[in-house]
């Protein structure tokens, strides 16, 4: 995938795409594989992705499906991640665009697919941003969010990271386990 610099400013989102532990490359492969399979069931042309960060879930996406999209285009709020977002996918038919994820600037009626990998934990009211979609999207959504029993079990114990705080990554606000993010995806209906 290449290196990139990290830079003293950004999270510590580019490392998981830097590791080169067997277990860590494994994981991530395994999990653009899925992605992508899944995508490509819907087969959309025009998809956007909702943090997008520094692109490279992006590029990991159109590499496994041979950049079949017409075109993409990427919100986030960092600018930093944004400035290497469009050099990472100049290959692309993608746009990166800056915008706070609880107000969307922009008309979601285009895209065929709304992508949210990764996202939903950094954020402090996710709920926010899945009503707001839900009432301005009838499409195609692809969320994602690290299953973390299992992410903080291995933080803490195979990576050896974050040991103070049992695991936890310092950037995530919610710990979903499986049954928790089917609950935040489906919440009871008020009786």
């Not at 490509?40 to 879930?57: F, I, M």
């Not at 709020?77 to 100049?90: D, F, G, H, Q, W």
């Not at 990764?118 to 926010?128: D, G, N, R, T, Y």
Request: glycine letters at 6%; hydrophobic letters at 40%; a neutral charge.
């Amino acid at each position: 995938m290449g290196t990139f610099k990290l830079a003293d400013n950004q999270t510590g989102n580019l490392a998981k795409y830097q590791s080169d532990l067997p277990f860590a490359v494994t994981r991530l492969d395994d999990f653009f594989n899925a992605i992508a399979g899944l995508i490509a069931v819907v087969t959309p042309s025009v998809v956007l992705n909702v943090g997008c960060g520094e692109g490279l879930d992006m590029k990991s996406i159109y590499d496994r499906l041979d950049a079949r999209f017409a075109y993409g285009c990427g919100l986030d709020l960092r600018v930093e991640a944004l400035k290497m977002a469009s050099r990472v996918l100049i290959p692309y038919k993608f746009d990166v665009l800056q915008g706070d994820l609880y107000h969307l600037p922009l008309s979601l009626a285009r895209f065929d697919l709304i992508l949210c990998l990764e996202v939903l934990e950094h954020l402090s009211c996710p709920e926010q941003l899945l009503s707001d979609l839900s009432q301005r999207y009838s499409g195609h959504c692809l969320f994602s969010v690290p299953n973390e029993p299992a992410y903080r079990l291995t933080r803490l114990l195979l990576l050896r990271r974050n040991i103070r705080q049992l695991g936890n990554h310092p950037d995530h606000r919610h710990h979903w386990s499986k049954g928790g993010f089917a609950r935040l995806m489906n919440p009871p209906l008020d009786q």
